[in-house]
């Protein structure tokens, strides 16, 4: 049972590039959702998605899009990396979008950028 | 505005000595309320939540947490700690369609 699955699991981007994080489930859950964790600040909500087609800002959006054209797939696009988004990544899945359902998180993404 | 705090960044314990570490919540409604560990290197796992009924719950890894609602906590507390528990963990809180508002970690080391 794969679960929600990252790729890459490392990346180094230079300052401007971009970049697409790929996050994909297999649970057939309604919810999905990424977070950055920095040091010190926990993890932060970046966009979620309650459904196909469906997406919202969390937290701290900027610098970050995303679209969800399946169930099983939310890629997180970095349009022109700086050195603030240096950061883990993490994509997180949930059977619904009601608060009282457990989140499944993905192995992560430790990208750099310089 | 709806936060966790977890005051201690870092705690460390002997094994099989008990652990407490502790979560302080701000959320106007009835909170669901979670607690995540995370191995170096590894993505976040459930300890255990609480979404209504018994304020103890029981988590797996032998880990159980209290939802206090006059303090505003949910303490996570272990009997005896086991050099496998060295790890870092997250309390959360959800803010609404399952938004979940993360606190800083506290960073567990476990001595011998």
């Known amino acids: 049972n794969a679960g929600v699955t990252q790729t890459p699991k490392f990346q180094v981007l230079k300052t401007g590039q971009s970049m697409t994080l790929q996050c994909a489930q297999d649970?057939?859950?309604?919810?999905m959702s990424w977070y950055r964790q920095d040091p010190g600040m926990g993890l932060r909500l970046i966009h979620y998605s309650v459904g196909a087609g469906i997406t919202d800002q969390g937290e701290v959006p900027n610098g970050y899009n995303v679209s969800r054209s399946t169930t099983e797939d939310f890629p997180l696009r970095l349009l022109s990396a700086a050195p603030s988004q240096t950061s883990v990544y993490f994509c997180?899945?949930?059977?619904?979008?009601?608060?009282?359902?457990?989140?499944?998180f993905g192995q992560g993404t430790r990208l750099t950028v310089v | 505005a709806q936060s966790v705090t977890q005051p201690d960044i870092h705690i460390t314990v002997s094994e099989g000595a008990s652990l407490e570490l502790r979560c302080n919540y701000s959320y106007g409604a009835t909170p669901y309320l979670f607690w995540y560990v995370q191995s170096p290197g590894q993505g976040l796992q459930l300890l255990l939540k609480?979404?209504?009924?018994?304020?103890l719950v029981q988590g797996i890894k032998g880990f159980e947490a209290e939802f206090k609602r006059s303090q505003s906590s949910f303490n996570l507390r272990k009997p005896s700690v086991h050099w496998s528990d060295a790890a870092e963990y997250f309390c959360?809180?959800?803010?609404?369609?399952?938004?979940?508002?993360f606190g800083a970690g506290t960073r567990l080391a476990v001595h011998p």
């Open positions: 959360a809180v959800d803010g609404g369609y399952n938004k979940l508002i």
């Open positions: 649970m057939n859950h309604e919810y």
């Open positions: 609480y979404f209504s009924g018994d304020t």
């Open positions: 997180a899945s949930s059977p619904t979008h009601d608060g009282n359902t457990e989140a499944f």
